[in-house]
């Protein structure tokens, strides 16, 4: 069982910029995909970005070039950095672990309680 955690989400201006970091338990972190998610009010949940064990990633059109995965893995934890966030990056994101990066929700077997990202315009 691996038990996920989101942290850093809080309100920002248009065009600031937030970090949110993923913590995961289990000795085996560096062997799992971690994928973030993200689910405004009315809307279905969406991709992200994702990051494999190889560290290669791959982000969503809407996201790319704003939003950069990373992951360090002596500390079991992954980040999110959004910088130049819009209004329409407001929604709760969702930290997933999974065995495959992919943008399908449905692969990833743990998932985070999800926290909130607001953004003022």
């Known amino acids: 069982q691996v038990q996920v955690v989101e942290s850093g989400g809080g309100l920002v201006q248009a065009g600031g910029s937030l970090r949110l970091s993923c913590a995961a338990s289990?000795?085996?972190?560096?062997?799992?995909?971690v994928g973030w998610f993200r689910q405004a009010p009315g809307k279905e949940r969406e991709f992200v970005a994702t990051?494999?064990?190889?560290?290669?990633?791959v982000y969503a059109d809407s996201v790319k070039g704003r939003f950069t995965i990373s992951r360090d893995n002596a500390k079991n934890t992954v980040y999110l950095q959004m910088n130049s966030l819009k209004s329409e990056d407001t929604a709760v994101y969702y930290c997933?672990?999974?065995?495959?990066?992919?943008?399908?929700?449905?692969?990833?077997?743990?998932w985070g309680q999800g926290i909130q990202v607001a953004v003022s315009s």
């Open positions: 997933a672990v999974g065995s495959r990066a992919t943008a399908y929700p449905g692969a990833y077997a743990y």
């Open positions: 289990g000795r085996t972190f560096s062997l799992y995909a």
């Open positions: 990051i494999n064990t190889y560290d290669i990633t």
